[in-house]
C-alpha cells in the first residue's frame, strides 16, 4: 500500500520567540495578538503566551518581589523556547521589568540555537496610565495598590531591542506589521 500522495512542499518551519516588553497598558498584548493573527493568515504557527494567564496557570503563587518576577521570566521563557525550538512562533507580551531576567531568557535561546527577538514597547508611563487598561494605575494613584511597575516599582528598559515601537504613534496594525518586518528580514516569518 502506498501513501497518498500530497502537493505541499516538506520544509522546515523555523520557530522563534518575539518578547514584547514594556510598561503595563502599553499596547504588548494587544500587537501580539495583531501579529499571531498575521502571522496565522500566512500559516505560521504562532502562539501568544500572556503574562496575566502564564501567572494564572504556570505561576500561581507567585508575588511581585523580584525574585518571584525573575522566577516568572525565566518560566516563561523556558517554554518559549521550547514552543519556538519545535517551528512555533512564540509571542510574548510580558513586561519582565529587569534586564538580567530578560538577558537570561536570551542566553537560553542562545545556548539552544534558537532565534529571540526583544520588542520594546516603549510607550511613555504618562499614555499607559491614560490607557489603564486594568485599571491598575488608578488603583495606585487612590493607594490601593502598590509596586506598581514604571511608578512606583522599577522598570529597566532594554538598552539594544532588536526593535523599539512607540505605540502612541502608530496603530495596532502598523506596530505588528514592523514587527513582521524585522521577523521577515531574519527569515523567520
Request: proline share 5%; glycine share 8%.
Given at each position: 500500500m502506498t501513501?497518498?500522495s500530497?502537493?505541499?512542499e516538506?520544509?522546515?518551519?523555523?520557530?522563534?520567540?518575539?518578547?514584547?516588553?514594556?510598561?503595563?497598558?502599553?499596547?504588548?498584548?494587544?500587537?501580539?495578538?495583531?501579529?499571531?493573527?498575521?502571522?496565522?493568515?500566512?500559516?505560521?504557527?504562532?502562539?501568544?503566551?500572556?503574562?496575566?494567564?502564564i501567572?494564572?496557570?504556570?505561576?500561581?503563587?507567585?508575588?511581585?518581589?523580584?525574585?518571584?518576577?525573575?522566577t516568572?521570566?525565566?518560566?516563561?521563557?523556558?517554554?518559549?523556547?521550547?514552543?519556538?525550538?519545535?517551528?512555533?512562533?512564540?509571542?510574548v507580551?510580558?513586561?519582565?521589568?529587569?534586564a538580567?531576567?530578560?538577558?537570561?531568557v536570551?542566553?537560553?535561546?542562545?545556548?539552544?540555537?534558537?532565534?529571540?527577538?526583544?520588542?520594546?514597547?516603549?510607550?511613555?508611563?504618562?499614555?499607559?496610565?491614560?490607557?489603564?487598561?486594568?485599571?491598575l494605575?488608578?488603583?495606585?494613584?487612590?493607594?490601593?495598590?502598590?509596586?506598581?511597575t514604571?511608578?512606583?516599582?522599577?522598570?529597566?528598559?532594554?538598552?539594544?531591542?532588536?526593535?523599539?515601537?512607540?505605540?502612541?504613534?502608530?496603530?495596532?496594525q502598523?506596530?505588528?506589521?514592523?514587527?513582521?518586518?524585522?521577523?521577515?528580514?531574519r527569515?523567520?516569518?
Amino acid at each position: 500500500m502506498t501513501a497518498p500522495s500530497t502537493n505541499q512542499e516538506n520544509h522546515v518551519t523555523t520557530g522563534a520567540t518575539v518578547w514584547l516588553t514594556g510598561l503595563p497598558s502599553a499596547g504588548k498584548t494587544t500587537i501580539a495578538h495583531a501579529l499571531a493573527t498575521r502571522l496565522r493568515e500566512q500559516g505560521r504557527p504562532a502562539e501568544v503566551l500572556d503574562g496575566d494567564e502564564i501567572r494564572e496557570f504556570l505561576s500561581a503563587g507567585l508575588g511581585f518581589s523580584r525574585e518571584d518576577r525573575h522566577t516568572n521570566v525565566q518560566r516563561i521563557g523556558f517554554v518559549a523556547e521550547l514552543l519556538a525550538r519545535n517551528g512555533v512562533l512564540a509571542l510574548v507580551p510580558v513586561i519582565a521589568p529587569y534586564a538580567d531576567s530578560r538577558e537570561a531568557v536570551r542566553a537560553r535561546h542562545e545556548t539552544n540555537g534558537t532565534p529571540y527577538v526583544e520588542v520594546h514597547v516603549a510607550t511613555p508611563v504618562e499614555v499607559c496610565s491614560v490607557r489603564d487598561v486594568k485599571g491598575l494605575y488608578a488603583k495606585q494613584a487612590a493607594g490601593e495598590l502598590s509596586g506598581l511597575t514604571g511608578v512606583d516599582d522599577p522598570y529597566e528598559e532594554p538598552e539594544k531591542p532588536d526593535l523599539r515601537i512607540e505605540s502612541q504613534h502608530q496603530t495596532v496594525q502598523e506596530s505588528a506589521a514592523a514587527v513582521h518586518a524585522v521577523l521577515s528580514e531574519r527569515g523567520l516569518a
